[in-house]
């Protein structure tokens, strides 16, 4: 993939940086940190009404399996009985993607259980490497995208008010053991065909070829920054490859999530890519 993986050291906030999302915060802490990141009054008060009006979405009441993606395998399924209230479900994808644009994707249909297929189609995204030497390495990744996409970039214009943003790392001989990293978002539509340029010298604006990934999809607040059941849902992904004989690229792992405050709000996608090889 070109311009893809080009990455820098990072191990120790790779599991609390999942978590990491705008959506999770209260708008009097978002306020701060937005002036402390050195935004206009002006820009801080659009943002903070956009968060508000993000914070008061509500979840569809859709089947487990459409809300997924696809039908889990019966031996995955989680029965928890009476005490199911659905805030588990993750977010219907097309919801999220409706108010951030996700990149053009093909769904590949399958009989399989337990993942999405998806081909991902060549466009642009704009990269930053993250810095594990500082314990706010993804953190300080996050805000030199969001000001890229918020007029730091060389004609001062805002690219959208949300966006699809992923964390893409490399690994040794296991998915913790990390040894290189970044954070990407997927540059909007409108600007595909000519991205302004960052003026930030650590965001990088490159064109990705098409790429196949595989993933499985969960919910709930409290799974998003929980690393066992992070590594559990990647086990069961290659598990469930392994039934329809897939073998994956075991080098490279990616995370896109989706963290609204409320029930059946959250979306986590654990996501592995097609082997080139």
């Known amino acids: 993939m070109a311009g893809m993986f080009k990455l820098v050291a990072v191990y120790a906030l790779l599991v609390i940086a999942f978590a990491f999302d705008l959506g999770e915060l209260d708008e009097g802490t978002y306020?701060?940190?937005?002036?402390?990141?050195?935004?206009?009054?002006?820009?801080?008060?659009?943002?903070?009404?956009?968060?508000?009006?993000?914070?008061?979405?509500?979840?569809k009441d859709i089947p487990w399996h459409v809300a997924r993606g696809y039908r889990e395998c019966p031996e995955y399924i989680r029965r928890c009985g009476e005490?199911?209230?659905?805030?588990?479900?993750?977010?219907?994808?097309?919801?999220?993607?409706?108010?951030?644009?996700?990149?053009?994707?093909?769904?590949v249909e399958s009989s399989?259980?337990?993942?999405?297929?998806?081909?991902?189609?060549?466009?642009?995204?704009?990269?930053?490497?993250?810095?594990?030497?500082?314990?706010?390495?993804?953190?300080?990744?996050?805000?030199?995208?969001?000001?890229y996409i918020n007029k730091a970039n060389d004609r001062g214009v805002r690219m959208g008010k949300r966006v699809y943003m992923v964390k893409i790392w490399s690994a040794r001989n296991h998915i913790f053991s990390v040894k290189s990293g970044m954070m990407a978002v997927y540059l909007p539509s409108a600007f595909q065909a000519s991205p302004p340029a960052p003026t930030d010298d650590q965001v990088t604006v490159e064109e990705w070829d098409e790429f196949t990934t595989y993933s499985r999809a969960y919910g709930g607040a409290e799974r998003s920054d929980d690393r066992k059941f992070l590594q559990t849902e990647f086990n069961i992904l290659k598990a469930v490859l392994a039934k329809e004989d897939i073998t994956p690229d075991s080098s490279k792992y990616m995370i896109f999530q989706d963290l609204v405050p409320g029930c059946a709000m959250q979306r986590t996608e654990v996501t592995m890519f097609a082997n080139d090889k």
């Open 31 to 59: 306020e701060s940190l937005l002036r402390e990141q050195g935004f206009s009054e002006e820009d801080i008060q659009q943002f903070v009404e956009e968060h508000r009006e993000h914070q008061s979405a509500v979840s």
């Open 83 to 107: 005490s199911c209230t659905g805030c588990l479900r993750p977010r219907l994808r097309a919801d999220i993607c409706e108010e951030c644009g996700c990149p053009e994707s093909t769904k």
């Open 112 to 147: 399989a259980c337990g993942f999405n297929t998806r081909v991902f189609a060549r466009a642009k995204w704009a990269s930053t490497p993250v810095d594990t030497s500082s314990n706010n390495g993804y953190t300080d990744a996050f805000w030199r995208l969001f000001k």
